[in-house]
């Protein structure tokens, strides 16, 4: 069985840094390319991030380019977004997703992420 | 970067019936890389369909998607109980990925 399972989340002031992980099992991690998507509370579903097996390639939204940073371990299946210099609107659950090509097939059940003063 | 537009936002209909939610891609979307996901709340998406047509691995069959230009359609043949949600259309074919902005099913 396919399972993402994030961590990292919590509370944070504007302007300051968090790593989230996100833990694979029950598949060849290192075959996906693997994506963040965030939710910002009562809101869409906006994509963040992708990166490539062995991270030759990332793409990022314009909105969090040059401050977020989305990287992997496919020796540890896991996958990371550094997020730096937060804002009040980065607020959001954000989601590890994976799949075949750029398909999101497989999803966790996210982290919370709150930017506050 | 493509736009995707969902119509309408909210569907209010009752078990039985059909329910039919339309994407509409600000530009081509290649190889109709266009996927349909539901979301329940507190839960995440799940994916239903792919390449505007194809069910995803356990996905039911009353769930079908259709694609014509840069129109597209998810349809419900006979709604059940489980089926009152949010569903997103997403395109995978081009960077930046992007989501419509959600149709919600509700009784």
């Known amino acids: 069985e396919v399972q993402l399972v994030e961590s990292g989340g919590g509370l944070v002031q504007p302007g300051e840094s968090l790593r989230l992980s996100c833990a694979a099992s029950g598949f060849t991690f290192s075959k996906y390319w693997m994506n963040w998507v965030r939710q910002a509370p009562g809101k869409g579903l906006e994509w963040v991030a992708i990166i490539r097996q062995g991270g030759s390639e990332k793409y990022y939204v314009d909105s969090v380019d040059g401050r977020f940073t989305i990287s992997r371990d496919d020796a540890k299946n896991s996958l990371f977004l550094q997020m730096d210099s937060l804002r009040a609107e980065d607020t959001a659950v954000y989601y590890c997703?994976?799949?075949?090509?750029?398909?999101?097939?497989?999803w966790g059940r996210g982290t919370l992420v709150t930017v506050s003063s | 970067e493509i736009v995707l537009t969902q119509s309408p936002g909210t569907l209010s209909l009752s078990p039985g019936e059909r329910a039919t939610l339309s994407c509409r891609a600000s530009q081509t979307v290649g190889r109709n890389y266009l996927a349909w996901y539901q979301q329940k709340p507190g839960q995440a998406p799940r994916l239903l369909i792919h390449a505007a047509s194809n069910r995803a691995t356990g996905i039911p069959g009353r769930f079908s998607g259709s694609a014509s230009g840069t129109d597209f359609t998810l349809a419900i043949s006979s709604l059940e109980p489980d089926d009152f949600a949010v569903y997103y259309c997403q395109q995978y074919a081009t960077s930046p990925l992007t989501f419509g902005g959600g149709t919600t099913v509700e009784i």
């Open positions: 997703a994976g799949g075949s090509g750029w398909l999101m097939t497989d």
